[in-house]
């Protein structure tokens, strides 16, 4: 008579991903269960996107040059306040990562026998996801108020939503170890505020050209400048040029810095 197989035991990377999936559906449900926070930070793009457009629009768009319309000017801006909605989403991500630090559940997950990445790894998922849904909704404001882009291909299409979900990927990183940092639900709010401060300084409402000479390199030399002209030129058919090449290294970049930035504070042993 045979004796039954042992049942095999799980590879530790399949154990990851059970925590890590566990880990994602937890702050799924607390996103779902205090949808406050997240609603307040989306506000912020969809309210600057009306304000420029309907109060702002006929002024701003001279600043695109070519006797730009109110119409042309929504075509312009949409673009830069679709990453801008990144940024507003991923200061819920850094509060949130602080509120686990400091409410102890952090410190019970250090004693279970849980992947201990996976914390993080369900914190990055679970926002990388609710950007990639502001993101849409922030785009179904812009279509109903006349945002269009009909010479966009499938494949750019395809490489738009690359982009945004790996600048997203890269915003979240960061915003994660702003939160790691922080003492209090307050601070990682603050510290998180250059992520919606920096689009204001870019691309995103006038060209880089159209600034003063010596704000020019300020607006040029940081990461919302190349992805928003990026993005503008996937979904408008406009230059890329060098930017797409820049948007990339600076994703990549900042993936790779707040990855390590992350890992190597949560994984600190608490004092």
Same mark, same amino acid.
């Given at each position: ?46 309210? %600057? ?70 914390? %993080?790894?369900?914190?990055? @998922? !679970? ?10 909704? @922030? ?6 108020? !006349? ?60 060209? @880089? ?43 990549? !970049?900042?993936? @790779? ?15």
């Amino acid at each position: 008579m045979s004796t039954p197989l042992a049942p095999a035991r799980p590879t530790r990377i399949s154990l990851a991903v059970r925590d890590s999936s566990t880990m994602l559906r937890r702050n799924l449900l607390h996103a779902r269960r205090y949808p406050s926070l997240t609603l307040n930070l989306l506000l912020t793009p969809i309210m %600057l996107l009306l304000l420029f457009v309907y109060i702002f629009g006929d002024t701003m768009s001279a600043g695109i040059g070519g006797g730009a319309d109110r119409s042309e000017y929504i075509a312009y801006l949409v673009p830069g306040l679709l990453l801008m909605t990144i940024g507003s989403t991923t200061i819920g991500t850094a509060v949130s990562v602080s509120n686990d630090m400091t409410e102890g559940i952090i410190a019970r997950f250090r004693t279970m026998a849980i992947h201990r990445p996976s914390v %993080l790894v369900g914190h990055v @998922v !679970g926002s990388v996801l609710q950007s990639i849904m502001s993101v849409v909704l @922030v785009g179904a404001v812009a279509a109903a108020i !006349g945002f269009r882009s009909t010479d966009a291909t499938a494949l750019e299409w395809l490489a738009a939503f690359a982009l945004v979900t790996l600048f997203a990927l890269a915003l979240t990183w960061i915003a994660v170890g702003m939160g790691l940092i922080s003492p209090n639900a307050e601070a990682a709010g603050n510290n998180a505020m250059p992520l919606i401060f920096l689009p204001l300084i870019s691309s995103t409402f006038v060209p @880089v050209d159209a600034m003063p000479g010596w704000f020019q390199p300020v607006a040029e030399y940081q990461p919302f400048t190349p992805a928003v002209e990026t993005l503008r030129g996937l979904l408008l058919g406009t230059e890329i040029g060098h930017n797409g090449w820049l948007a990339i290294a600076w994703c990549l !970049g900042l993936v @790779v810095l707040g990855c390590f930035w992350s890992t190597s504070t949560f994984n600190r042993d608490p004092k």
